[in-house]
């Protein structure tokens, strides 16, 4: 099986359980999922880039609250990652 088999396999499942999360309103681990999914978008072709950045910046959206600080910081390490790959050094 190839990588980009395993990512797609991991992709599919997350989704229902973002439109769940989305449903029920539960923010904290909505930023999560988003999280994750950027996580697994990133390992695609280049094409997915563009949506594993808005992921990354759904997640840190939704996850300045005082109460998902943790979530907002992991959100911003992985966002910077992917900028950094991408030779981005500023953003305005």
């Not at 930023?31 to 950027?38: D, I, S, T, V």
């Not at 992921?55 to 992985?78: E, K, Y």
């Given at each position: 099986?190839?990588?980009?088999?395993?990512?797609?396999?991991?992709?599919?499942?997350?989704?229902?359980?973002?439109?769940g999360l989305e449903?029920?309103?539960?923010?904290?681990?909505?930023?999560?999922?988003?999280?994750?999914?950027?996580?697994?978008?990133?390992?695609?072709?280049?094409?997915?880039?563009?949506?594993?950045?808005?992921?990354?910046?759904?997640?840190?959206?939704?996850?300045?609250?005082?109460?998902?600080?943790?979530?907002?910081?992991?959100?911003?390490?992985?966002?910077?990652?992917?900028?950094?790959?991408?030779?981005?050094?500023?953003?305005?």
């Amino acid at each position: 099986m190839r990588h980009t088999d395993q990512v797609e396999e991991g992709l599919r499942p997350l989704g229902e359980v973002l439109a769940g999360l989305e449903a029920s309103g539960q923010g904290y681990w909505l930023a999560e999922a988003h999280r994750l999914q950027g996580e697994l978008l990133q390992r695609q072709p280049l094409s997915h880039t563009v949506q594993a950045e808005a992921c990354f910046q759904q997640a840190l959206a939704i996850a300045r609250h005082p109460q998902a600080r943790s979530l907002a910081l992991l959100a911003t390490m992985r966002l910077a990652r992917l900028w950094r790959r991408q030779g981005r050094r500023t953003e305005t």
